[in-house]
Structure formats: structure tokens, C-alpha cells
């Protein structure tokens, strides 16, 4: 059995997967509920200045269901932490002594003024909490107060507060970042390199769900007036994977680590995020679809995945994938691939066909010698992986790598040296060899 | 053999048992269910549901608006095609057709449920009597329609639809032919044959006379001096011979006719049925009566077919159907004599078998049922008695009117689709088709554009 245990900053917790600041850990008894469950550790749902904010009595959730009511995609417009600080810190304390081998991560949002941080975070350190994590990411409401992404947003905004809160935080500080930016590389340096031992990604996107079709007013509304709220779940992992993977390989931010959060559901979407580069996982949306449970296939799941990959611990998958990650100019353009067929699991259904035909390179037959049939041309075939993606039979339609003779489409035999855009004749900027 | 008094009777099960078991055959999905089943659909290119599909309904299209909860279109998708959509939904073969065809079966995985689903599209067209179609500005010209079944009314739909003026010709009562008369009541609840024609009837542009039979009222001579074109949607009306001693007993009775009496009657429980029951014939008429006799309350119903499963014209569907319902069916055997003095008492059967050729032979085994009803349902033919001399001047084969591609007659200005014309199949959905080709056909012929 692979070794699940995580240690996160000198933060041991006995798998990688904590609850993140939200909803789901609210109050001690929501969090104890999840420690019974298994859970690894909690990121307490994010504390402010008293007096506590309000949150609306309406709806608070908006979802994106696929027909099936299979919840995909997920937001929300709550606040942080609506109940007094002396309360949570009470239960904070008492939480931390009951489960001391769990890990307990406070979020914390404040205005960005020094003395405040320096007034607050020794409040917090002193329940006994593991770590801090800085909200600079929720994108509704705080962030119209100049507090959440508002600060996620501004690099220097996130050096100013990461520096406070270091300035007198004894226990490690994980800075929650905001996908609500261009590009996470300048956000994640800034708050490296104002000293933040981690960074945590990503926190909820800018989103509005639908309208309501009767009313033709977004939905949902709070009395007739709805703001947009932060998009999770499912539908948002690859932004999520592909923002971790940039810190993740990028020289300056490499060694930087990463709680990796946006949309894991299963144990599978564990191995990306971990493949990827983080070296924590944080879960919400899942938990709030369904239940707590749902650790014991995201344990037994990474567990059986490891001992199938010969892998004794966590570490050893961390960051697994990153070499295969590269920009799109290091991408070898002399390699080639062709879509293929398994004929024996077609089933006829002709999809490829249609997708290619009407939206792309018009690579695949619907007939041949008048029966109902559907193969690739070669010499259409741009190795696309449409059709791959459209089939529904998995495994059905595979790519495979033309390796040498002549590519049925160019007329050019196959290169086997390496060639990618820097390199290539046609771009006016290529480095000479 | 005895000739005691047959042990025929009726309310042989209580009300509420016979009620239960003529409720829907299929009940209707929920929109949870559909929406499922809807999204299951890969939307095939070129589907072959399609083109299974004798109307041609645009199966994939109309899916693909139920799952996105645009059901008006989806119906309107499916009753362009098939102006009976709702009842071809409850009654098609799908097993034989779309559903034969979908690609899931190819690996082994369940068919989508079309027939389901497009019941679930068209329902609420029927229930809120909703117009889907509008009509042509008038051409003035006038088309008799003779036969109010699905072949006849789809033809005066479309001819409505296309601006003509359509009288209807019904020698019975109701419209609606077979989906009215000879259908399992069990396939086709609350009335909805009726609600179905109201609802084609409400396009306007047809003038409906009931209780009128051509060779009895009127002739088609009658006819072409007064219209500019005539549909013949006539059926079947007589039903195939036995031809073995005995079929005159009291007792020998043909299936589609009690099938009518089971559909038009009001309480189930007064139609009288024989305890032990045999039904010769191997098609779904054969199947609706075995299995309405058993739930009428008969303790034995045997179907004899002479012929194996595979030839049956009932569907696998329709056997298991059967034979879960308490019904035998005894393949490879043909009727020899029926037995009985004043009635019915018993049938003899002589096994059969094929040779190479296919071709069939008895084996010389042979068995007896006792009976106290024996249902013919060996198939119908023309009334050649009534019509003899209407049909004279078209031509015809092995009993049935023989039509052109257009649905055309031999006869200048005579169309005829359903289950008259040769090539027709027992199936309503190949009925609305015929009607719905001959409608264009006569109105290119009454002098529409091609594209018209």
C-alpha cells in the first residue's frame, strides 16, 4: 500500500486532500463531520474583521447541470465568514486539540493596512492552526471591497499583504491566488518572492450561470437583482491544471510549492493536479454535491493508483508530468500522426465523419463502395484528434504515429530529427543553428 | 368429440383487474427519463434510425430537441414526417425498425428507447390539442379520400396542408381504420386514436362522411366526374379463409373483428371470452388477441403458427410479449379440421416443417386443442364481394391494388397506399407514408411546381 501521507510545508497530514476555505468547513461541526470522514486537513473557511460580514438570505448557488442533473459546473456569491471572530477561534482551538494529526489551515482575508495583519494573525496562530492561507482570490463581493482578488489581481497589492502577514506569522503562509488574471506567473512570483511558503490555486472564476428563461433575468437573483459569483467544479479543473503547471515549470517559480485546488472530484483528477505539479490537493465542490464520503474513493482511488505505478508515496508522482508541459514553439512539427479506425469496435455511428467533414479536414469516409462505412484519408488527415474526441466508443479511434515512409498528405517523406517553430524556415524569426 | 356448450362467458376477472391489465402497454417516460434517454443518443450522421424509419423521421433531430427541452420542435420534427407520430409511437415495430437499427446494438448495449421518446415529443401536441401546421392558400381543386384509416388521413392531411379541398370517405363510424379497430386496446389508452384524428381533422380543408363504403354508396365513377383526384386508403376489409371443415361452427371467429368489439367497448368486463382459446396465425393480430384473451380472463390461449419464430410476422417483442402474458405459442403446425357439432369444441393441427426450398410440408403429427373460440388471423384481403366491380379496372396482384413508386394506380387519377396495395406491410407507419407520397404526387399532378 502506497504511503498517502502529506507533508505540506512541515504540515503532516495523513492524505493530501484538505476541505478548502469554504462553506464546507464553516464551523466545528462540519469539520469534525469531515475529520470523522477521513479527511486529511481543512483550510478553515476564511476569517475577516469583526463586526462579521452579511451574507444574502437568497440563493447562494447557481449550477451548470448536464441532462442527466449531473452537477458540472458550480457558483457562488457567499462571503467569507458571516459568524464572529472570537467564535470560529474558539472552535478553531478546540479542533486543532482534538485532531492534532489533522492539518488546520486558516484562511484569512483583511484591508490592506499593515497594522490590521499585524493586529490579527497572531489572533490566529495562537488557536494552534497549522498555517495561514491568504484569500486573494474570491472574486464576488470582497473584491468590490478592495479585499479577495481585487488583491490577487494587483501583483504589488499581493507583495504588500504577503510581507505583512510573513512580517509576524510564525507558522507557514500559503497566498490563495485568483484565476481571474491574463497570466498566474507575475501573481505567484509576487507572492514568492515577498516570502509566502506556498501558493494555493485556483480560487473561484468571474461567472454568471444562465438566465431564467420565463423571466429572462440572470439566474438565480437575489430578489430580482443577481452579481456574478465564482465558477468551480468539474468544469473548471484544466484551467485549474494548466495555471498550477505554469508555477509548477516555470524556473523561478519551480521550487515554489503548490496546493493544488479547482475542480477534483475523483482520484484521477488527484493524479492531475499532483502529475502536474501540486504537492497538496484541495477539495469543495465535490464534498458539497456529495457529502464528505466521498474521500474514500479519492484515498482508496490515489492509493491503488500509486501501488499500480510501482510508487511507495505521493512525492513520487509530484510534478510527474511537468518535462512532457513546454510552450507551443518547442513542439515538434516534423512528427506526425494519423487518426485510425479500430474497424472491429466502430459502431457506425458516423460522428467522425460529420465533425470532420463539416468542421474540418474532410479526413474520413461515410462510404465505401456504396456501403456505410467510415475510414481515414490519409491523405486528409491532419492528425487533429477530433474525431478521436467525438467518438463515443473509447478506444475506437486512436492516434498513431507515422514514423517513417511518406506523409499521405504532404507527399514529403517523414523527418525524424526533431524540428519545432524557432527553428523552422517559415518563421521570419527562427534562431540560427 | 363432446358437444358440450362452450364454456364462453364474460367477466371472467373483476373490473379493476381487467382495468389493470388494459392499462398502457408502455407508459410514458417522465421528462427526468427522457431527458436521460435523450442524451444517451450519439446523433449518428446518416442515422440509421432514419433510414429505418419508413417516414423518415429525422430521429436524431428530434432527440436532440427534447434534450434541449424544445419539445414543440421535436414534435413538429417528428409529424412532419408522420402526421400519426403519436401513434406510430405507441404501436411502430421499433424493435424491427429505428430501434433495430441503432447503432448501441452493435456492441451489445441497449437501443435507445425511440419510440418512447417519441411519444414523450408528441403527447403534449394531443393533449393540448396544439396546431403545428398551417394551410396552403386554396387551390380550388377537389380530392375524395376514400378510407379514413392512417393511409387515408395522412393523405388529406398533407393534401389540407398543401391548400386542396379533401372529403373524407369512412365506411365506419370513426376514423382512424386499424389504429381504431384493430389494435390492442392495451397499445393505445385513453381514446388517444381518436384524440389523434381530431387533432389532424382540426388543419381544416377536410370534410369528413362517415358510414360510406365505395361499391355500396358510391362508386368511383361517381367519384371522378365530381373530384379532381382520388386516394384510395381501403384496407383489408375481409378476412383470410381457413379453408378446413369446420370454420362455419359458431365459435370460428376472425381476431380483428373481436379486436374492434374489445377496443370500442366501454366495459371490458362484458365481452364474453372462451376459456381455452386458439388463435391460428403468426402476425401482430394474432399476438393482440392471444394477449387481450388472457387478460379478458380465458385460462388457456394457444397460438399456432405454422411456421418457426423467426418467420413469425409478430416481432421477437411481440412473441416474448405473449409468452409473458400466459399465452403458448405453438410454432410448426397448420390446422387440419375444426371440431364440434353445434360449436366449436376443438381444432386438430398437423405439424409442419421446410424443405431446402424453404417451401413448406406437413410431417404427418398431429395433436388436438380443445377450444372454445378459434381466432383466424391468417392475414386479410380485399373485399372482393363488395368491390369486385369497383377494383375490375385496376390492376392488380395476388389480391391486392398494385401502385407505382408516386403511389399511382393504374387508373388516371387514382392513388392508393395502406395496407390495399401491394407492397403494403400491416404497419400504420408505412400506411402514412404511402399517403404522404401520393399526396405530393397528386399535387404535382393537380398542377403544384415540382418543388411546390
Request: glycine share 10%.
Amino acid at each position: 500500500m502506497a504511503d498517502l501521507t502529506c507533508e505540506f510545508l512541515g504540515i503532516r497530514s495523513p492524505n493530501p486532500f484538505w476541505l478548502a476555505s469554504a462553506p464546507p468547513t464553516d464551523k466545528a461541526y462540519n469539520v469534525n463531520r469531515a475529520f470523522e470522514a477521513g479527511w486529511g486537513g481543512v483550510v478553515w473557511k476564511t476569517l475577516g474583521e469583526d463586526p462579521p460580514i452579511v451574507n444574502v438570505n437568497g440563493p447562494r448557488y447557481g449550477a451548470l447541470h448536464a441532462n442527466d442533473r449531473r452537477l458540472i459546473g458550480f457558483n457562488n456569491i457567499e462571503l467569507i465568514t458571516d459568524r464572529p471572530l472570537q467564535t470560529n477561534l474558539d472552535e478553531i482551538r478546540q479542533i486543532k486539540k482534538d485532531w492534532p494529526d489533522r492539518a488546520v489551515i486558516v484562511s484569512l482575508m483583511l484591508p490592506m493596512q499593515e497594522e490590521i495583519w499585524a493586529k490579527y494573525v497572531p489572533m490566529i496562530e495562537d488557536t494552534g492552526a497549522d498555517g495561514l492561507e491568504l484569500n486573494f482570490g474570491c472574486p464576488h463581493g470582497m473584491s468590490e471591497r478592495g479585499m479577495g482578488a481585487a488583491v490577487g489581481q494587483v501583483p504589488e497589492y499581493i507583495s504588500m499583504a504577503t510581507s505583512w502577514c510573513k512580517n509576524v506569522a510564525r507558522i507557514p503562509v500559503i497566498v490563495k491566488l485568483t484565476p481571474n488574471v491574463t497570466n498566474i506567473l507575475p501573481p505567484a512570483k509576487a507572492a514568492m518572492d515577498a516570502g509566502a511558503d506556498a501558493v494555493s490555486l485556483i480560487n473561484t472564476i468571474n461567472s454568471i450561470m444562465r438566465v431564467d428563461y420565463d423571466t429572462l433575468q440572470m439566474h438565480p437573483t437575489t430578489d430580482g437583482l443577481g452579481t456574478h459569483g465564482g465558477y468551480c467544479g468539474e468544469a473548471v479543473k484544466p484551467i485549474a491544471l494548466h495555471m498550477v503547471a505554469e508555477i509548477a515549470r516555470h524556473n523561478e517559480t519551480s521550487n515554489l510549492p503548490i496546493s493544488g485546488i479547482g475542480g477534483i472530484t475523483d482520484w484521477r483528477d488527484a493524479v492531475d493536479f499532483l502529475a502536474l505539479g501540486a504537492d497538496n490537493l484541495q477539495v469543495c465542490t465535490a464534498a458539497m454535491i456529495y457529502g464528505f464520503k466521498i474521500i474514500d474513493d479519492l484515498t482508496d482511488g490515489l492509493s491503488n493508483f500509486l501501488d499500480n505505478k510501482g510508487m511507495s508515496s505521493i512525492t513520487d508522482l509530484v510534478g510527474s508530468a511537468i518535462p512532457s508541459v513546454t510552450d507551443w514553439q518547442y513542439l515538434n512539427l516534423n512528427y506526425v500522426e494519423k487518426a485510425f479506425i479500430d474497424q472491429d469496435l466502430c459502431i457506425q455511428c458516423g460522428r467522425c465523419h460529420i465533425a470532420c467533414e463539416d468542421t474540418s479536414h474532410q479526413a474520413i469516409t461515410c462510404s465505401v463502395d456504396g456501403r456505410r462505412h467510415f475510414e481515414v484519408i490519409d491523405a486528409e488527415c491532419v492528425g487533429c484528434n477530433l474525431c478521436t474526441s467525438v467518438c463515443p466508443v473509447e478506444g475506437c479511434i486512436s492516434m498513431k504515429a507515422v514514423s517513417d515512409g511518406i506523409d499521405a498528405r504532404t507527399g514529403n517523406p517523414i523527418q525524424t530529427e526533431k524540428l519545432n517553430w524557432t527553428m523552422h524556415p517559415n518563421n521570419p524569426m527562427k534562431k540560427v543553428p | 368429440m363432446s358437444d358440450k356448450q362452450p364454456n364462453i362467458q364474460p367477466g371472467r376477472l373483476d373490473k379493476e383487474t381487467v382495468e389493470s391489465n388494459f392499462s398502457d402497454l408502455h407508459p410514458p417516460l417522465q421528462s427526468s427519463e427522457a431527458r436521460i434517454e435523450a442524451e444517451r443518443c450519439y446523433f449518428c450522421f446518416d442515422a440509421p434510425c432514419t433510414t429505418a424509419c419508413p417516414t423518415g423521421i429525422d430521429i436524431p433531430g428530434f432527440i436532440q430537441k427534447i434534450s434541449s427541452n424544445n419539445l414543440r420542435g421535436s414534435a413538429l420534427t417528428i409529424l412532419t414526417e408522420n402526421i400519426m407520430g403519436g401513434m406510430c409511437a405507441r404501436v411502430c415495430p421499433t424493435e424491427i425498425l429505428c430501434e433495430d437499427a441503432c447503432v448501441r446494438n452493435i456492441p451489445g448495449d441497449k437501443p435507445i428507447e425511440i419510440g418512447l421518446l417519441q411519444r414523450y415529443a408528441t403527447d403534449p401536441i394531443f393533449e393540448n390539442n396544439t396546431p403545428l401546421f398551417t394551410r396552403k392558400p386554396p387551390t380550388g381543386k377537389h380530392v375524395a379520400v376514400v378510407g379514413g384509416g392512417p393511409a387515408g388521413l395522412a393523405c388529406a392531411h398533407r393534401l389540407a396542408m398543401l391548400g386542396h379541398a379533401v372529403v373524407v370517405f369512412n365506411q365506419d363510424k370513426k376514423l382512424g381504420g386499424l389504429n381504431e379497430y384493430g389494435i390492442a386496446a392495451y397499445k393505445t389508452v385513453n381514446d388517444f386514436a381518436q384524440r389523434e384524428v381530431d387533432w389532424i381533422l382540426s388543419i381544416d380543408g377536410i370534410e369528413v362522411q362517415t358510414d360510406m363504403a365505395l361499391g355500396t354508396h358510391f362508386t368511383l365513377k361517381d367519384l371522378s366526374d365530381e373530384y379532381d383526384g382520388i386516394f384510395l386508403g381501403i384496407g383489408l376489409g375481409s378476412v383470410n379463409k381457413l379453408d378446413i371443415p369446420g370454420e362455419d361452427l359458431p365459435g370460428v371467429e376472425n381476431a380483428i373483428d373481436y379486436i374492434g368489439k374489445i377496443r370500442q367497448s366501454k366495459d371490458k368486463t362484458t365481452i364474453p371470452v372462451g376459456k381455452n382459446v386458439v388463435v391460428v396465425g403468426g402476425g401482430m393480430t394474432a399476438i393482440d388477441i392471444a394477449v387481450q384473451s388472457k387478460h379478458l380472463g380465458s385460462s388457456a390461449v394457444t397460438i399456432v403458427y405454422r411456421r418457426g419464430p423467426k418467420q413469425m410476422g409478430a416481432s421477437t417483442f411481440e412473441q416474448k410479449l405473449a409468452q409473458t402474458n400466459g399465452v403458448s405459442i405453438q410454432y410448426w403446425a397448420q390446422p387440419l379440421r375444426i371440431h364440434g357439432k353445434n360449436n366449436v369444441a376443438g381444432i386438430e393441427f398437423e405439424t409442419t416443417n421446410v424443405d431446402q426450398n424453404n417451401s413448406l410440408s406437413v410431417s404427418g403429427d398431429k395433436f388436438h386443442l380443445n377450444a372454445d373460440i378459434v381466432f383466424k388471423a391468417i392475414g386479410q384481403t380485399l373485399d372482393n364481394q363488395k368491390l369486385g366491380q369497383e377494383l375490375s379496372n385496376l390492376s392488380s396482384k395476388r389480391g391486392k391494388i398494385l401502385v407505382d413508386q408516386t403511389q399511382a394506380t393504374s387508373m388516371p387519377g387514382v392513388w392508393a397506399g395502406g395496407d390495399c396495395v401491394l407492397g403494403g406491410n400491416d404497419l400504420t407507419v408505412s400506411a402514412v407514408q404511402h399517403g404522404k407520397i401520393a399526396a405530393t404526387a397528386i399535387d404535382r399532378a393537380l398542377g403544384a411546381p415540382p418543388d411546390g
